[in-house]
């Protein structure tokens, strides 16, 4: 892990300490979860952060902090996001964090709204013509678009992905920053996904270094404004654990920590097109 994200994660925990303790006693009414709360994740930009067995970011560190008071150890562990899916759909992830509001997240889970999201097409800063709308992208047959396995923004991108996939035109990586270096060596033109993600993931590696100073984000109207969040499984969980895991999101949400963290990771630019409160 890279000195940026070491200072940052301290900055960000250093600041959940004096941001969480409020929360402690409306929490202490509820009971104990009864087990470990078992969540993988995927590494996300700043957001989950895998470095071997070590597990940090935004969301990891909330859910410490909030766990801890309330009785809610959390046990996780780093897997492709495509697995993280599959993980999730068939019971053996408690929490899918974050996560896009989906009809066929919902089949499996209850969703919590964390924050409002954006994803954007987005490019290198470069002389081509804007694109509009994923219409336009569609007949744009020379933009070549990649995209993670296992991300989901709703029927419209899933539409489009099988319209470009159906042109020849569509590849799926398995994270962020193998699209990044996909985008720095010019074999792809564009991806869809919050900024941020991007953003965060390409800090780490020094041969994309540079890159997320020349991202160009163009908003889409198939893709307005919603919420990412996390699902708490209603298979694998008890009623009492998915009701103490309800009330601890909640509280992070409306805490404003999530947001402020966000604010201490990531340029102001970035997250004014593609993040803000729920």
Not at 4 to 26: D, G, I, N, V
Not at 146 to 166: F, I, N, T
Not at 167 to 185: C, I, N, P
Not at 245 to 273: C, D, M, T, V, Y
Request: aromatic share 6%.
């Amino acid at each position: 892990m890279t000195d940026f994200y070491c200072s940052a994660w301290r900055r960000t925990a250093a600041a959940l300490s004096l941001a969480l303790p409020a929360l402690a006693l409306p929490l202490a009414a509820w009971a104990d979860c009864s087990r470990d709360i078992h969540v993988p994740v995927s590494q996300i930009g700043a957001s989950v952060v895998g470095s071997g067995a070590t597990v940090s970011g935004i969301y990891p560190e909330i859910l410490r902090s909030l766990g801890a008071r309330m009785g809610c150890n959390f046990v996780f562990s780093v897997v492709p996001r495509a697995r993280l899916e599959a993980l999730y759909e068939t019971g053996k992830a408690d929490i899918l964090i974050p996560a896009s509001s989906t009809p066929r997240r919902d089949q499996h889970g209850l969703f919590i709204p964390l924050l409002g999201n954006r994803p954007l097409l987005i490019s290198l800063q470069g002389a081509r013509e804007p694109v509009n709308s994923m219409q336009e992208l569609i007949e744009r047959r020379e933009l070549r678009v990649a995209l993670v396995r296992g991300y989901d923004y709703g029927h419209p991108y899933q539409a489009l992905a099988k319209e470009l996939s159906s042109q020849g035109r569509l590849f799926y990586e398995v994270d962020a920053l193998s699209v990044a270096r996909l985008m720095q060596s010019g074999f792809i033109d564009a991806t869809i996904m919050n900024p941020t993600i991007l953003s965060g993931a390409v800090q780490n590696d020094a041969r994309v270094l540079g890159l997320a100073d020349r991202l160009r984000l163009e908003a889409l109207p198939e893709l307005p404004w919603g919420l990412s969040g996390a699902y708490i499984s209603r298979k694998s969980l008890t009623a009492g654990d998915q009701a103490i895991l309800r009330e601890l999101l909640e509280k992070a949400a409306r805490s404003g920590a999530i947001i402020e963290s966000f604010q201490r990771n990531h340029r102001p630019e970035l997250l004014s097109a593609s993040i803000r409160p729920r």
